[in-house]
């Protein structure tokens, strides 16, 4: 799942799929297969609710997409659907696709050149020109617009140009990526274009003041702010809004999975910095259960 990918590195995160497809796409017989039906049938009440389900009650187990099983043992690259900039993760045959990830196959390309080529800026100025553009410049990288990449044939790449691609891809070197595709593609440069560069996105340095100001705070009272945070940037430290996306500006940030997806007590929660002429602020906001309001706070 998208959430198990960080920089590149894609973790276990022990999660499985029951295969309720055959090879030939036909739905299995679940009583031929006593173990998953044991399973199935605890969750029956549950499984039975989904749409899929009720529009067809004889295969009310099957999964909404049919699961190739021949797909997990493939090397393969693996590109969110949602994202600031083109986040490319090389998989080399262990895990199965879900849940909001595209991937790309391929029998004559070394994957790992591939995954550099789609890395380079060179390939998101092609989707960036097509996609939807999202709330806080993300970018929607859906099959229709990852099929208008060109690329050049492989054998036209000459191999000591390949191996540096693999090592940089390797690497995450995008900024040697960046060139090396212009070579590949045999181009002097591009039109400049704006994005959020999530591809090389790292915190800023924080430094407590322990002077901010209270501020208003659910509704009706006033609360001291838990944190008196004021961003201190280096002249090396990235703009915050490259640190957004991974904090709250997105809808796969930490925050938004802590509320979300742990503690279930929000359908979003977001941040933003602004950016007056004086000091900024940063904001943090979410709608959250009553229940669940001060593990929200905390």
């Known amino acids: 799942m998208r959430e198990d990918i960080e920089r590149g590195t894609i973790r276990d995160a022990r999660r499985f799929v029951i295969n309720t497809f055959h090879d030939d796409g036909a739905v299995i017989d679940l009583g031929k297969y006593p173990r998953p039906a044991r399973y199935l049938e605890t969750r029956a009440p549950d499984i039975r609710k989904r749409h899929v389900a009720r529009k067809n009650p004889s295969a009310w187990f099957r999964t909404i997409d049919r699961v190739y099983r021949r797909l997990v043992g493939r090397p393969k690259l693996l590109i969110p659907d949602i994202a600031g900039a083109n986040e490319v993760a090389f998989e080399e045959g262990r895990f199965r696709p879900h849940h909001n990830l595209y991937y790309v196959v391929s029998g004559t390309w070394d994957m790992e050149v591939l995954g550099g080529l789609l890395s380079s800026k060179v390939a998101l100025l092609v ?172």
């Open 127 to 298: 989707v960036w020109s097509y996609a939807v553009k999202m709330r806080g410049g993300y970018l929607r990288f859906q099959a229709q617009y990852l099929r208008r990449i060109r690329l050049p044939a492989p054998r036209a790449i000459p191999k000591p140009l390949a191996v540096t691609i693999r090592n940089a891809f390797r690497a995450r070197a995008f900024a040697d990526l960046d060139a090396l595709a212009l070579e590949a593609y045999g181009l002097a440069d591009l039109p400049a274009f704006e994005f959020v560069d999530t591809r090389r996105s790292r915190a800023p340095e924080l430094r407590w003041t322990g002077d901010a100001p209270p501020v208003q705070c659910c509704r009706h009272r006033r609360y001291p702010r838990p944190l008196g945070l004021r961003l201190s940037r280096s002249p090396e430290a990235p703009p915050v809004d490259l640190v957004n996306p991974a904090l709250g500006g997105s809808f796969t940030p930490r925050l938004n999975q802590n509320l979300r997806d742990d503690k279930h007590g929000t359908y979003g929660a977001f941040t933003a910095f602004t950016h007056p002429r004086g000091q900024g602020a940063f904001v943090a906001k979410a709608q959250v259960f009553v229940e669940v309001t001060g593990k929200a706070l905390k």
